[in-house]
């Protein structure tokens, strides 16, 4: 089987985020307060954070601008959005969360800082998957239509 550019990337990409969403599973289950549905759909989402970040390293250059994206601010920037989703729509589950961990600081005790702790994930994400495969163009890619995405 032979898997284009952009498929290695986002499956690499994919493997990251499911190992931090295993691994949130593995710790945060043990504080017996969120379901174990809600953990299903934090690996889920992680899974989805790093299908995201390995689709976004294509984008080498802002839109329209023609700026270049350094490789850690692309990742950050689509951690950060995800974070921001995810606290809106889960902020109660994630505020009892939270308050349960013991060695948490009473500031760092807020799911707002889920924002920040995802940018820098996402940017982890983006750095590892860039090294193993670099930043492949849409036009090396193996994306059909090449034409049509231009």
């Not at 032979?2 to 593995?26: C, D, E, I, S």
């Not at 490789?71 to 994630?94: E, H, I």
Request: net charge negative; proline share 5%.
């Amino acid at each position: 089987m032979h898997l284009t550019p952009f498929l290695k990337r986002v499956a690499l990409a994919k493997l990251l985020g499911f190992t931090l969403g295993a691994l949130g599973y593995v710790i945060f289950s043990s504080t017996g307060t969120l379901s174990g549905m809600f953990l299903l759909g934090m690996v889920g989402w992680f899974v989805t954070l790093g299908a995201l970040v390995g689709i976004l390293g294509f984008y080498q250059t802002m839109p329209f601008l023609g700026i270049p994206i350094p490789v850690w601010l692309r990742g950050a920037w689509c951690g950060a959005w995800m974070g921001l989703l995810l606290v809106l729509v889960a902020y109660g589950a994630l505020s009892e969360l939270t308050a349960e961990i013991a060695w948490l600081p009473g500031l760092f005790a807020s799911p707002w800082w889920l924002v920040v702790e995802m940018a820098f994930w996402g940017a982890v994400i983006d750095v590892i998957v860039t090294s193993a495969f670099g930043s492949t163009p849409w036009q090396g890619s193996g994306v059909s239509h090449q034409g049509d995405l231009e």
